[in-house]
């Protein structure tokens, strides 16, 4: 019986990167670096061993290897870590990978290389080694130094950098023969399609995997996630993407779920045997030949990749405020590349786009910079000494006291900077997906409609009418009219105001021009006075209180799945128990002149500004819960409920100082003892079929007929703090109530609860 070539080789190749990797453990050396000597020792340079006969089925193997080398990055990736590394990380990295960049493709130019090859040599120069890192760390026993958490920060930001990095570069290569903007719009699209496929995902996948949860074992799960992967590959691959980004946005999208250390530990044999056939193939690729010719440019390269990762790395901790030695320290770790270089390579390969000679030249700078890494690491004081000798003692101290201010004029004005932030975070994601609703309708809902409907006039009009109603879901959110730092600024400086109405007019237009889009593509018309018409349409329909429930409901799911692994978290743990009274304050001030007999209703305190009005004290008389129609008199000291910025925002409104001292919502109760119409805290849970389910929070006549109100809701583990008055209560909700006793307890009766 004759075996096929490809088992005969998969026999070469794991018994060779066994004994190879066994001997390296032994000598503490990385397994990445044993990996390609074996692939080095069975491939074609190498006739004195083993060799590999079927060449190109390995290669299928190594792209297999590379798909799931992604997919378990994507794995240890969630947005929250991303949130979570801090300015400094966000700095050195793109920092690192900018400069890195350009000064390869310099370097690549200067070499006399061409165009795409210096431009492909830069991204591969640009990126650190994750493996090689950890394990220096790890020998070295440096894990929890400040300078290592920094390091570690970083490698996110650089894998980050590295999906889009290969985006761009595809997008480059690709589109070589076309103009500049018309590859700008090619780019603009792909990430347009980048960014809603992953709140697509978000929005679909946990949910989906939450309700298939009780019938997957390890087994099913295991094959679902590599389905999922290789399915993403695919979609990926028709969207005009790599396999790597799938594999990656895969691996990320279950990050983020309850399922992922399952799924990391079920997936991590297939992530280390098809990793090791991805390096030892690398290493089967390194011709001693070519590293002979080429000794030149590759001692040039390693010589740029320390020096410039070493100057780039510090030079970006300094910026984001870190001390000259923390930025020594992580310059030393960060000095090295590896696997992402090699997957660029890999990229620029299959493309045909870059000389097959950079390939080993790549292997060998990678190899030396691997076993340098952990000497410039165990140096790094030595090197930091020798930094400090080296620079001027002004600049020494200057920088002393750069570093030593703790950033704190990083951020001249902080509400501007969170109103920014807020601006720029609100429109892009909303922009995102009323763009995307466009892109579906358009592109996948006509063509079926066409199909189905006896005329194209008719398809059209429904497909418009969908696109439209689904935008409409979206207006709200998106003009963001309760932002309290909106407010804040308006009320602080009145040359602010010049601005904040700019900016709201952006936020307009970029609405009609998204709207307006479809109409031009699919309708064929492209008269512009159709848009302030299209956005008054909008507006209107954004505003009825069933699309404002769905909408909600659209965001608490979102919301949820985005966060499960996280409220999962501190669900366990007891972490978010008391998060209603950690999050709500109450405030209290006398009513301010020249708002004598207005209502509360007219006020629009709970619209405008997200709190609410608990009691009213005059004299000795005092009104809890007081009722929209509710005539405010001189000489009234008003008690309102709310999350503190929110408190701040309608003191400055009203021209009062600012309280440093609202009590929490706790605290206040606490204050009010067992006092006879004192206010308390109750929780209800909301079964199938009780009077509340399904009904709006304004429909249920809490606050009308009980004197109560709704402090927030807890759908599954996602707190929602004061929920809008249009929110629809669902079965499994549990209600926080604000009442009296007597009011509480009746509502508990009558709801059937």
């Excluded at 000389?355 to 340098?372: G, H, K, R």
Aim: net charge neutral.
């Amino acid at each position: 019986m004759h075996l096929p070539e490809l088992i005969s080789d998969l026999a070469v190749i794991l018994l060779t990167g066994g004994i190879v990797t066994v001997i390296f453990k032994k000598l503490n050396q990385p397994l990445v670096l044993g990996y390609i000597l074996a692939g080095f020792l069975i491939g074609p340079y190498m006739p004195f061993f083993f060799n590999v006969t079927d060449s190109a089925s390995i290669s299928t193997w190594s792209e297999i290897g590379i798909i799931i080398l992604m997919f378990g990055l994507g794995l240890e990736f969630n947005l929250h870590k991303l949130v979570s590394v801090g300015g400094t990380a966000i700095i050195t990295a793109l920092t690192e990978v900018g400069g890195m960049l350009l000064f390869g493709y310099l370097v690549g130019q200067a070499l006399g290389w061409g165009t795409m090859d210096s431009v492909f040599l830069g991204g591969m120069l640009s990126m650190s080694s994750t493996t090689i890192i950890i394990k220096a760390f790890d020998d070295l026993g440096v894990q929890k130094e400040r300078f290592a958490q920094l390091v570690f920060g970083t490698l996110v930001i650089e894998d980050i950098a590295g999906i889009f990095m290969m985006i761009i570069l595809s997008t480059i290569s690709v589109g070589q023969g076309i103009s500049g903007m018309a590859l700008a719009l090619k780019l603009g699209m792909l990430v347009l399609y980048l960014a809603l496929w992953l709140i697509l995902g978000i929005y679909l996948l946990p949910t989906l995997l939450n309700k298939a949860s009780p019938l997957m074992s390890d087994e099913t799960l295991l094959v679902v996630s590599l389905g999922l992967c290789f399915g993403m590959v695919l979609l990926a691959d028709a969207l005009g993407f790599s396999s790597a980004l799938g594999a990656f946005l895969a691996g990320s999208l279950l990050a983020g779920t309850v399922h992922a250390e399952r799924v990391e530990h079920l997936t991590q044999g297939v992530k280390d045997l098809f990793g090791a056939v991805f390096f030892i193939s690398v290493g089967m690729m390194l011709d001693p030949a070519m590293v002979v010719k080429y000794i030149v440019p590759i001692l040039v390269l390693t010589l740029v990749t320390i020096v410039g990762k070493l100057f780039f790395s510090s030079m970006g901790v300094l910026l984001s405020g870190q001390s000259l030695k923390n930025a020594v320290h992580c310059g030393c770790s960060l000095a090295q590349i590896g696997e992402f270089a090699f997957i660029i390579a890999s990229l620029g390969l299959s493309l045909g786009v870059i000389a097959d000679y950079i390939y080993p030249i790549i292997i060998a700078v990678s190899v030396i910079t691997t076993l340098t890494t952990p000497f410039f690491i165990k140096h790094s004081d030595n090197i930091y000494a020798f930094v400090v000798k080296l620079l001027p003692e002004k600049l020494t101290q200057k920088l002393e006291r750069y570093t030593d201010e703790e950033q704190s004029e990083k951020e001249q004005d902080s509400d501007w900077s969170a109103f920014l932030s807020r601006y720029i975070r609100t429109v892009a994601l909303y922009g995102v997906i009323m763009a995307g609703i466009g892109i579906i309708g358009r592109y996948w809902l006509l063509p079926l409609l066409e199909t189905a409907l006896p005329s194209a006039s008719a398809a059209k009009a429904v497909t418009l009418a969908v696109i439209y109603l689904g935008m409409a879901l979206f207006i709200r959110p998106m003009l963001d009219t309760r932002s309290p730092q909106y407010t804040v600024l308006w009320m602080k400086k009145r040359s602010f105001r010049l601005p904040l109405m700019a900016l709201s007019g952006i936020r307009i237009l970029l609405i009609a021009l998204i709207a307006f889009i479809p109409l031009r593509n699919i309708a064929g018309i492209g008269s512009a006075w159709l848009l302030p018409v299209i956005v008054a349409a909008l507006l209107l329909a954004s505003r009825t209180g069933w699309l404002a429930s769905a909408y909600l409901n659209v965001e608490a799911r979102f919301l949820t799945n985005l966060n499960e692994r996280q409220l999962q978290h501190f669900s366990d743990s007891g972490e978010y128990e008391q998060w209603l009274d950690e999050k709500l304050c109450v405030d209290s001030f006398s009513l301010p002149a020249g708002f004598t007999g207005q209502s509360l209703k007219d006020l629009g305190w709970g619209r405008r500004f997200g709190v609410n009005v608990i009691k009213l004290v005059h004299g000795k008389r005092r009104k809890n819960m007081p009722a929209g129609n509710t005539a405010l008199a001189a000489g009234d000291t008003i008690y309102v409920v709310g999350e503190r910025e929110n408190l701040r925002t309608l003191r400055l409104s009203l021209g009062l100082e600012e309280s440093a001292d609202a009590p929490t919502l706790r605290e206040y109760i606490g204050s009010e003892g067992k006092a006879e119409g004192g206010l308390y805290s109750y929780a209800l849970h909301v079964d199938k079929g009780d009077s509340l389910d399904g009904r709006s929070i304004k429909d249920s006549g809490i606050r009308e007929n009980y004197d109560c109100m709704i402090l927030g809701l807890q759908r599954g583990n996602l707190p929602i703090v004061q929920p809008d008055v249009n929110m629809t209560i669902q079965d499994n909700d549990i209600v926080w109530l604000l009442g009296t006793r007597v009011m509480a307890g009746k509502v508990l009766r009558d709801a059937d609860v």
